[in-house]
């Protein structure tokens, strides 16, 4: 049924003059059809007769006076197991070759958690990666920053996180592309499926190359899935977010076009509301949990701006890549004096496991300025406690190295996935002197190093 007709166009924004007497909502789905093509648009404002709407792809070919009819109440994505290894748009539509035979879906909007479903005293989340559970642990529930760029393996420790939790818990993860490249996008999909990880997770992309209310969107419907494997199988789900930072990017263009006044930064009124409406729905539960890791892209390497700042906020916690360390041939790459969590506590690790990251760090730290010395004067010059600290330093740093399962293709080095009781153990020894006669080359890439010794 008719409810109105399109009265102006631009590329972000189509206003529809309604009939009288029709009553639509907020978020409301729209379409009109030209030569056998559909259109679709949301509803983001509605004045007397007029409603704003949101475009979901080009405008090309739509003119005014074309009639217009309502599709349903709200964007909606499959909500069953029917999800799971398939690859969706933002607006829950396939983009793979696969096909999907529809249980159940639900709108994307939908869930918002009541203070009391909230479990904020979620376990902690291990990962068998020695890096992240040693500096860095996970709580389940928790929302981590992930920074890096290009190039310094930040997929494969993805990759890793993934399959190491479906191997220990049986849970399954979802991706969310927020504007990256096709391409990247494309790789991840063909990375996933030759590591044998598609048939683990959901995956939602909303591309670069698309408009910025698909760009917007595709976190919603990402959420979604996280929530019916949460709420519904009772799983503790992993979820990916590259890039956090674009989502607001697409709401800020979104805003500009409907003409609505930013504040003095250029990012819209909403925007604190917009990322709180996002991260408030990632929460640990009685059921199960989401823990989200979060690319955020850092504008101008500004850490200051207000939007970085403002999902910061949100965080638990960041994992820093950095490129010096993938230099130095240390994967993964994780710059442990920049990568804090919140669990670094002592009621929630144990006195011991925090007395051993402070000791890690305050070696490691020292181990940077004596590389500086070393260069100028050499190694002979430094005080018999100094090389200590350098020559333990050194076997520290090696043994954060890890063989990841996703790379045993390529490394022909098995995976290793290392408990933490085995970790402590481990760094203690090194600190203490127990491996000194050791030679450090012997920690480079593997597991844990008193098991595989005695």
Same mark, same amino acid.
């Given at each position: 049924?008719?409810?109105?007709? /399109?009265?102006? !166009?631009?590329?972000? #924004?189509?206003?529809?003059?309604?009939?009288? #007497?029709?009553?639509?909502?907020?978020?409301?789905?729209?379409?009109?059809? &030209?030569?056998?093509?559909?259109?679709?648009? @949301?509803?983001?404002?509605?004045?007397?007769?007029?409603?704003?709407?949101?475009?979901?792809?080009?405008?090309?070919?739509?003119?005014?006076?074309?009639?217009?009819?309502? !599709?349903?109440? $709200?964007?909606?994505?499959?909500?069953?197991?029917?999800?799971?290894?398939?690859?969706?748009?933002?607006?829950?539509?396939?983009?793979?070759?696969?096909?999907?035979?529809?249980?159940?879906?639900?709108?994307?909007?939908?869930?918002?958690?009541?203070?009391? @479903? &909230?479990?904020?005293?979620?376990? /902690?989340?291990?990962?068998?990666?020695?890096? !992240?559970?040693?500096?860095?642990?996970?709580?389940?529930?928790?929302?981590?920053?992930?920074?890096?760029?290009?190039?310094?393996?930040?997929?494969?420790?993805?990759?890793?996180?993934?399959?190491?939790?479906?191997?220990?818990?049986?849970?399954?993860?979802?991706?969310?592309?927020?504007? *990256?490249? =096709?391409? +990247?996008?494309?790789?991840?999909?063909?990375?996933?499926?030759?590591?044998?990880?598609?048939?683990?997770?959901?995956?939602?992309?909303? %591309?670069?190359? *698309?408009? $910025?209310? =698909?760009?917007?969107?595709?976190?919603?419907?990402?959420?979604?899935?996280?929530?019916?494997?949460?709420?519904?199988?009772?799983?503790?789900?992993?979820?990916?977010?590259?890039?956090?930072?674009?989502?607001?990017?697409?709401? =800020?263009?979104?805003?500009?076009?409907?003409? #609505?006044?930013? &504040? +003095?930064?250029?990012?819209?009124?909403?925007?604190?509301?917009?990322?709180?409406?996002?991260?408030?729905?990632?929460?640990?539960?009685?059921?199960?949990?989401?823990?989200?890791?979060?690319?955020?892209?850092?504008?101008?390497?500004?850490?200051?701006?207000?939007?970085?700042?403002?999902?910061? =906020?949100?965080?638990?916690? %960041?994992?820093?890549?950095?490129?010096?360390?993938?230099?130095?041939?240390?994967?993964?790459?994780?710059?442990?004096?920049?990568?804090?969590?919140?669990?670094?506590? /002592?009621?929630?690790?144990?006195?011991?496991?925090?007395?051993?990251?402070?000791?890690?760090?305050?070696?490691?730290?020292?181990?940077?300025?004596?590389? +500086?010395?070393?260069?100028?004067?050499?190694?002979?010059?430094?005080?018999?406690?100094?090389?200590? !600290?350098?020559?333990?330093?050194?076997?520290?740093?090696?043994?954060?190295?890890?063989?990841?399962?996703?790379?045993?293709?390529?490394?022909?080095?098995?995976?290793?996935?290392?408990?933490?009781?085995?970790?402590?153990?481990?760094? @203690?020894?090194?600190?203490?002197?127990?491996?000194?006669? @050791?030679?450090?080359?012997?920690?480079?890439?593997?597991?844990?190093?008193?098991?595989?010794?005695?």
């Amino acid at each position: 049924m008719n409810i109105g007709k /399109i009265i102006s !166009i631009s590329e972000l #924004n189509v206003k529809v003059f309604l009939d009288d #007497n029709v009553k639509i909502d907020i978020k409301d789905v729209l379409k009109c059809e &030209v030569d056998g093509k559909e259109y679709r648009f @949301e509803v983001v404002a509605v004045d007397e007769n007029v409603a704003t709407t949101i475009p979901f792809d080009s405008v090309i070919g739509l003119k005014r006076g074309l009639d217009v009819s309502r !599709i349903g109440e $709200s964007l909606k994505i499959e909500y069953s197991d029917a999800a799971i290894g398939k690859v969706f748009n933002s607006y829950g539509e396939l983009l793979d070759s696969s096909t999907l035979v529809s249980q159940n879906t639900r709108g994307v909007y939908d869930k918002n958690l009541n203070l009391d @479903e &909230v479990n904020i005293n979620g376990d /902690i989340l291990w990962t068998g990666i020695k890096v !992240i559970d040693f500096f860095a642990p996970l709580q389940k529930g928790f929302k981590m920053g992930l920074l890096g760029g290009a190039g310094v393996g930040k997929t494969v420790l993805i990759k890793e996180l993934i399959n190491n939790v479906y191997m220990t818990l049986k849970s399954n993860a979802v991706f969310v592309g927020v504007g *990256e490249r =096709s391409r +990247e996008g494309k790789e991840m999909y063909d990375e996933m499926k030759e590591s044998d990880l598609l048939d683990k997770m959901c995956i939602v992309f909303g %591309q670069m190359g *698309e408009n $910025s209310t =698909s760009r917007s969107k595709a976190i919603y419907s990402g959420l979604t899935l996280a929530e019916y494997l949460r709420d519904v199988k009772g799983q503790d789900v992993l979820l990916f977010v590259d890039n956090i930072y674009r989502f607001v990017q697409a709401k =800020s263009e979104i805003s500009n076009e409907l003409k #609505n006044v930013p &504040v +003095e930064n250029g990012y819209p009124t909403t925007m604190v509301s917009d990322v709180s409406d996002v991260e408030e729905r990632i929460n640990s539960t009685d059921h199960g949990s989401i823990t989200s890791f979060q690319a955020i892209y850092i504008p101008a390497d500004d850490i200051t701006d207000e939007a970085v700042q403002t999902i910061l =906020s949100h965080m638990d916690g %960041q994992l820093v890549l950095d490129r010096k360390v993938a230099e130095k041939g240390i994967y993964p790459a994780v710059n442990v004096f920049k990568t804090t969590s919140k669990s670094i506590d /002592i009621e929630k690790i144990g006195q011991k496991h925090y007395d051993l990251v402070e000791e890690s760090l305050k070696y490691l730290t020292r181990y940077e300025e004596l590389e +500086e010395i070393i260069a100028v004067l050499g190694i002979e010059e430094l005080s018999e406690e100094d090389k200590k !600290i350098f020559y333990r330093s050194r076997k520290l740093r090696n043994y954060f190295t890890q063989p990841m399962f996703v790379a045993q293709n390529y490394t022909n080095i098995p995976g290793k996935f290392v408990k933490i009781e085995d970790v402590l153990i481990d760094v @203690e020894n090194i600190l203490n002197g127990t491996y000194d006669k @050791e030679d450090e080359s012997k920690f480079l890439f593997i597991g844990d190093y008193h098991g595989s010794v005695h």
